[in-house]
Structure formats: structure tokens, C-alpha cells
């Protein structure tokens, strides 16, 4: 079976997927919280998200500037960590017989 969605489609489905569990959970913290604490915890997230997403773009363009544009976050992190080697987790001695 071939899949014949648009671009369009799969931005549609990929935004649903990252958005609905949020959106699912602001009832219940709204419930927990209260409307004044849940209103000032949502937007004290936006302006975290806001600043962070800034910080980001600014990193960015400063690389873009010095002739080192990263398309994708794993260059970035590449270019601004280096090499790095990541080595796997100790085995969990908890479940080992």
C-alpha cells in the first residue's frame, strides 16, 4: 500500500500528535491548581518556552554569522559541544539473576 498525503496532511497529524496530550492535561491542572495558580503557572511555561526559543535562535544566528549554518539541532550541538562519545548505561544489577 502506497501513502498519498500531502505535505500538509502529515504537518496536520504531526501537530495534533504533539499538541493533543497537552491540551488533554490542561483540564486537570486547572482542576488541581485553581484558575488564578493555573493561569500564572501557563503563562510563567509561555514565557520559559518564549525566552528559550530566543536563546535559540540567537545561538543561531550567531553561528550563521561565522559562516557555520546548522540546519538541523544535532549540528548545533555537534558544533557547539564537539565530539562527544556517549558510552551505554551500566547494566541494573536489580533484575540480573
Known sequence: MVASGSWLHCAYHLTTS????ALLSLP???ASL??????ACLVMG????FYSYNLLSLVLEHHDQLGRRQLRFRDMAHDI???VSYTSPP????YSF
Do not use: C
Open 34 to 39: 485553581g484558575w488564578a495558580s493555573g493561569v
Open 28 to 30: 486537570f491542572a486547572f
Open 81 to 83: 559541544l564537539g565530539n
Open 46 to 49: 509561555a514565557a520559559v518556552t
Open 18 to 21: 504533539i499538541v493533543s496530550p
Open 91 to 94: 547494566p541494573n544489577d536489580l
